[in-house]
């Protein structure tokens, strides 16, 4: 969902790497495309486009993402998504004409030549193609990173890995994992400084609310599936829940109506879910198969993701053979 306004309700603190151990599932499409954002933002193209043009920032993103994880007692599991729910589609679409939009003004901005512009508008542009799909994937099983995929929702699937004790927390930037159930979720995992832990049941506490009182306020608020209601905000809606129990009792009270507030509820829920996965947490990187890929058969700038490679093959031999092989 990515609905900051979830933050505002969320109990957040700070930890730091130290504190972190064991096995992280991360939202995979969430996090690749926080890296290829900022990775088209800050990286001239020249340095991830092959010859015939194809771009696959998503290649160097990853190598200077990965190895915060190596670095530290964490194991990161990539969930990718499965299809889309019906309900997303119209906050796909948004998305699309939203990036047209952002495509319309790129071009203009070239034409004038404005540089800040254009790195501004590419980073706003881009997408999970199927080439960064499939390159993705074959890279982070070079590196020996575990893969799931998702049903549906990636951090759905990976909020239930969590409460299977299949692993320890979820990482995502998004807030929504708190409505899938997900204990504990981990955010800025691979920005500077230590990244932050968000705790389902302290939240819970902290509110007096149930879960699916949870769920039923950032209905209220508005998620990826559905329109918030006009004129609520956080506090309003954990003070209507708190007075009147649940989404329909509130809504009844306001004389409004919401549509497929059943199923936006189901969703959260009773998420798509599958428990057919399987995966190893003792890794073993193919770190000289993994640079090949990238930069001769992907033809990124061997300069640009040297460092990132370093740091995993330092990483592996540093914590030593009995964790990663």
Known sequence: MGNAALRDIAVIEEVPF????????????????RYLTTTVKWTSSSKYTTADGTEVANLLGIVQGLPKFFENDVTPVMVFDGGPSELKEDEIESRREQRQTYEEQLETAREEGDEVAIAQLESRTQRLTPTIQE?????????????V??????????????????????????????LFGSPYT?????????????DLEATLAHHDLTLE?????????????????SGIGPKTALSAISEHGDLWSVLEARGETLEYGDRV???????????????????????AAAREYVTEE???????????????????TQTG?????
């Open 18 to 33: 130290s504190e972190i151990e064991g096995v992280v599932a991360v939202d995979a499409h969430n996090w690749l495309y």
């Open 135 to 147: 390159t993705s994937r074959e890279l982070l099983r070079l590196l020996d990173v575990p893969i």
């Open 149 to 178: 995929e998702a049903p549906a929702e990636g951090e759905a699937q990976a909020a239930h890995m969590v409460r299977r004790g299949d692993a320890d927390y979820v990482g995502s930037e998004d807030y929504d994992a708190l």
């Open 186 to 198: 981990l955010r800025q995992l691979t920005s500077k400084g230590d990244p932050e832990l968000m």
């Open 213 to 229: 009182q949870l769920i039923d306020a950032a209905i209220l608020i508005g998620t990826d599936f559905n329109e918030g209601i």
């Open 265 to 287: 509820r189901a969703l959260f829920r009773e998420p798509n879910v599958t428990d057919e996965y399987e995966f190893e947490t003792t890794l073993d990187p193919d770190i």
């Open 298 to 316: 992907w033809e990124v700038d061997a300069d640009e993701v040297e460092r990132g490679f370093e740091r995993i093959e330092e990483s592996v």
């Open 321 to 325: 053979l009995d964790r990663w092989t």
